[in-house]
């Protein structure tokens, strides 16, 4: 039976005190490896330090140093970079692991960037994902104050080199710092800083990595925060690394925006009371299985939604994961692709490619696989009440 949830209180003003510092100019887009990344790191370490959460590993520090290769396919120069671990000890036999990857795109060079012309622009990453480092610190600060002990024991864990390959997180699962088969589950927080005020809807990939997962979340749903589910315990961001490894996983994500991967991804953008609704689902996720035994883990089957080395083209689009829509929502639409071209919009619907009708992503990335570059097809879309078609040259 479930427990009930105790009261959250996820301050606005502390989320954004710490999305600020983390999205600052001065961090330089705590690029891996690099001076402000590691300023970035300090200031992790030191929110750590004031909640008294404890170092664990080889050394008294909260840093795990990891190695790696530069470039957006690994092609680069070698560096170093660090995890920060935190523990939070309550003397259970099981322990929870919660976090984010706290580096970004640094300046542009790191060739990820969606930007036209990136080299030299800092990328802020305030949503990508200073959002989910501010989720683990607040997490952190209310568990480690909380008057309640609860029955399991916390890792807080922000990851570098996510950008890069989930450099981090695989350094982790390879070199833990406690024993893996002592865990419970792991919780990633990967842009939850950009709530849409309209669908009020988060995706929480990964509910079919155990069985209690989709009852559960489903059953959180409020008239402020609608959830949509995903089963798949595969996707690109760190929880991939830790369901490897046969733990159950949740993934948490308020969706893809026209400032992804660009130098506009800037904190006066967040938004706060969003990030604060995400943070208490999380809560009375963790809240509702304290008096749960460890959760069974399931395997599951990724969707065919295709690599993007399998694509022969490009729209040039960030394809909304929250709607539940027919058809693919356009979220953004990049500089100098076709879609923009076109005269495509975020908010756009495409319900059509070519002949191939277009019910939802898994659709929209078969399409990207069938056209060929150079090709115009034409594309219809519903648009507000109107539909229409535009025709689009990859």
Not at 303 to 310: F, I
Request: glycine share 10%; net charge neutral.
């Amino acid at each position: 039976m479930m427990t009930l949830a105790k009261a959250q209180s996820f301050n606005e003003t502390a989320i954004r005190k710490h999305i600020k510092i983390l999205a600052a100019d001065s961090m330089q887009g705590r690029g891996t490896g690099t001076e402000g990344e590691q300023m970035a790191a300090s200031y992790i370490s030191s929110e750590f330090k004031k909640l008294k959460l404890k170092p664990v590993g080889k050394t008294k520090s909260y840093y795990q140093e990891f190695e790696f290769k530069g470039g957006s396919h690994g092609e680069g120069t070698p560096g170093k970079a660090n995890n920060i671990v935190g523990y939070l000890d309550n003397k259970a036999p099981h322990t929870i692991i919660i976090g984010a990857h706290y580096d970004h795109l640094g300046i542009g060079e790191q060739g990820s960037s969606l930007d036209a012309n990136p080299q030299g622009k800092i990328h802020n990453g305030a949503d990508d994902n200073a959002s989910g480092v501010a989720g683990v610190l607040e997490l952190a600060r209310y568990y480690s104050t909380n008057k309640t002990r609860e029955k399991y024991n916390f890792l807080f864990l922000c990851f570098s080199g996510e950008e890069l390959g989930l450099y981090g997180s695989k350094y982790f699962t390879e070199n833990p710092t406690l024993d893996l088969t002592k865990v419970n589950y792991m919780i990633n927080m990967d842009m939850i800083g950009r709530l849409d005020p309209q669908t009020k809807t988060v995706a929480v990939n990964g509910t079919g990595t155990s069985p209690v997962w989709e009852t559960l979340i489903k059953s959180l749903e409020t008239d402020n925060l609608k959830v949509k589910t995903d089963s798949s315990g595969i996707g690109p961001s760190d929880h991939t690394s830790f369901y490897l490894k046969n733990i159950p996983v949740l993934h948490f994500f308020t969706g893809s925006h026209s400032d992804y991967h660009k130098p506009t991804d800037d904190w006066e953008k967040i938004n706060y009371r969003g990030q604060a609704d995400v943070l208490n689902l999380i809560a009375r996720t963790i809240d509702n299985l304290d008096d749960q035994p460890k959760l069974a883990f399931l395997p599951t089957k990724a969707k065919p939604m295709g690599s993007r080395q399998s694509f022969r083209v490009t729209m040039g689009v960030m394809p909304s994961y929250t709607s539940d829509t027919p058809g693919v929502r356009v979220d953004g639409v990049t500089d100098g692709r076709p879609a923009q071209a076109a005269g495509i919009k975020t908010g756009d619907l495409i319900i059509q490619m070519g002949d191939i009708e277009i019910k939802d992503i898994q659709d929209y990335m078969g399409a990207l696989g069938k056209f060929d570059k150079g090709q115009t097809i034409q594309v219809k879309l519903k648009r507000g009440n109107d539909i229409i078609s535009l025709p689009v040259t990859f």
